[in-house]
């Protein structure tokens, strides 16, 4: 009886049902975790709204993730002098690139002509998006540290080339909380292949689990998969309430007993948000009930119709949205562009209604100026040829821009090379950019931490300038 005693005194009923019956136990509590509605006394939702640091320009945002690395000199940053000197490698190009590769300047096989009242020259291959040239504001002086897919891409959604970290939306969810409490603050999409690096898009790391992103196949988004995956065939809402609860308050009376569980945590609060997703989801992500002018003016593209979603989710307040485009199942389009960069055509033309779209009805519905709309990519792609058609990374220059939520419209920052390789005016850096978003948004880049490990971390790291002169 002693020995009994001994061996069982102390234990917590989760310590137990993992120890007992090899661990049976455990595994149906996995099952089960719930959590509060927020009407009891055991927790508040911790994506409840927040007061920002200061009077924010824009409340939501919406990134339109280019990975691969779209070109700038073939896009929106438009060099002349490229195909004067064609062939040619002038000491300012003379740039190790991924594959250090030594062929000269490739003209662009693309028109540029000028657009809007602000006059700005944009590639025939965006002519939508070209007609909005008036509401964006272009940074073409971007700048990151490494160029290689993987690294650029976390360093531009986490701020750092350690995938350990939080994403912006996760941290902008930490800081600001949500709107909707039935809805995930942060939403990532892409037609069909989840993006390269996946939680590195999404994902919440040390910060609470509520403040994870939940991903969505946008060419699985129909009404009746999603109620498949979501409805609970056996228990009522009612019951489902009930039943969320009671395990909420155990589970939380025994994490007042221990050292915080951040695993337990985060499945606590994935649980509460499925099932406050189930009759929410299906709602949000039902486009048929949008008018025929709004459908005809996304058009039919998977890329188009996650724009379209991401206008819904933040008209109904979710703080972030990011769709990633991928084409044919693969995760970094325009990555394409190394053997061929004629490719970019065909990549723009899937994207390209469905930006504009986007634009202008955020603008129609009088949700642009709360909106901030980014788009670019990890990083640009070099002015110089790879093989006979492509062209390499280029991390030393690229093009991002934004629109709505603040910043100047029809506006250009900084400026890259004669030839579009490098920053060459007021270089701007990921962790400038961040710390921008951060400052439209009402949040100080600097005092937006959270202590971890020993220390106080934060999305710009001990780096970041905030671009007032983009600010509206």
């Not at 004067?84 to 490698?89: D, L, M, Q, S």
């Not at 971007?142 to 939080?166: K, V, Y």
Request: hydrophobic share 35%.
């Amino acid at each position: 009886m002693n020995l009994h005693h001994d061996l069982y005194n102390g234990l917590t009923r989760r310590e137990a049902l993992h120890r007992l019956g090899a661990g049976f136990g455990g595994l149906g509590l996995t099952q089960m975790l719930g959590a509060t509605n927020g009407k009891s006394e055991v927790a508040r939702s911790p994506l409840e709204p927040k007061a920002p640091h200061f009077a924010p320009k824009a409340k939501h945002v919406i990134q339109l993730f280019m990975p691969g690395g779209p070109s700038q000199v073939d896009t929106f940053d438009y060099k002349p002098l490229i195909a004067k000197h064609a062939g040619e490698r002038p000491d300012i190009v003379n740039r190790k690139t991924l594959r250090n590769t030594k062929n000269g300047l490739l003209p662009s096989p693309f028109a540029f002509n000028q657009h809007g009242r602000c006059g700005k020259w944009v590639s025939e291959i965006f002519p939508r998006t070209a007609e909005c040239v008036d509401d964006l504001c272009f940074i073409h002086s971007m700048h990151t540290d490494i160029p290689e897919h993987a690294g650029a891409m976390m360093m531009f959604n986490l701020g750092h080339l350690q995938p350990s970290r939080p994403s912006l939306g996760s941290w902008l969810c930490y800081g600001l909380g949500s709107e909707n409490q039935e809805l995930p603050g942060l939403v990532a999409m892409s037609p069909r292949a989840k993006p390269r690096g996946k939680a590195a898009h999404w994902g919440n790391s040390f910060l609470p689990g509520a403040y994870s992103g939940v991903y969505a196949n946008i060419a699985e988004m129909t009404p009746d998969r999603i109620l498949n995956h979501l409805k609970n065939p056996h228990l009522s809402r009612s019951e489902q309430r009930r039943q969320a609860d009671l395990l909420s308050q155990l589970n939380h009376l025994d994490l007042q007993r221990q050292v915080q569980d951040q695993q337990l945590d985060s499945s606590i609060q994935a649980m509460e948000m499925a099932f406050q997703m189930q009759f929410a989801v299906p709602d949000v992500f039902d486009t048929t009930k949008e008018t025929s002018a709004t459908k005809d003016l996304y058009g039919e593209s998977e890329f188009a119709k996650g724009c379209l979603i991401a206008r819904r989710l933040v008209e109904r307040g979710v703080r972030m949205v990011q769709i990633s485009h991928s084409i044919d199942g693969y995760d970094i389009a325009w990555d394409t562009g190394h053997g061929n960069i004629h490719h970019h055509r065909d990549l723009a033309n899937k994207c390209d209604q469905g930006i504009a779209a986007l634009i202008r009805d955020l603008k129609h519905r009088g949700l642009l100026d709360e909106t901030l709309v980014i788009w670019g990519g990890e990083f640009g792609r070099a002015p110089t040829s790879e093989g006979t058609k492509g062209r390499d990374h280029d991390h030393y220059g690229f093009t991002v821009w934004m629109a709505g939520g603040g910043v100047k419209p029809g506006f250009t920052y900084g400026a890259t090379d004669e030839f579009g390789c490098s920053a060459a005016d007021k270089p701007v850096h990921v962790h400038d950019l961040h710390a921008t978003i951060l400052h439209l948004m009402g949040l100080d880049h600097e005092k937006l931490t959270y202590r971890y490990s020993g220390r106080d971390y934060r999305l710009t790291d001990v780096h970041g300038h905030v671009l007032h002169d983009i600010i509206a």
